[in-house]
């Protein structure tokens, strides 16, 4: 399998964290020398492994939250 680079190029913030320490977090990453995108997943307290997750275009991030902002969560 051929090995997966990354970079972190922003972290927006976290959503929550597991007993284990695993942090899931927005960010922006680069993946194998591409363009940015925004990526919500997983990822142990190093950043060295990570679960699996969803990667978003800006548009996609932008038709995301007017999904949620639509949401009746009473």
């Known amino acids: 399998m051929a ?3 990354y ?3 922003k972290t927006f ?3 929550s964290e597991s007993a ?3 942090k899931k977090e927005l960010n922006l ?3 194998n020398g591409r363009a ?3 990526d ?3 990822w142990d307290p190093n950043h060295e492994k990570m679960g699996k997750g969803m990667t978003l275009s800006k548009e ?3 038709a995301l939250k007017e999904l949620l902002n639509n949401i009746d969560i009473s």
């Open 20 to 22: 284990k320490g695993w």
């Open 3 to 5: 090995e997966i680079k």
């Open 29 to 31: 990453i680069s993946w």
């Open 7 to 9: 970079e972190i190029e």
């Open 40 to 42: 919500l997943r997983e």
């Open 60 to 62: 996609e991030l932008i």
């Open 13 to 15: 913030g976290e959503l």
């Open 36 to 38: 940015a995108k925004y």
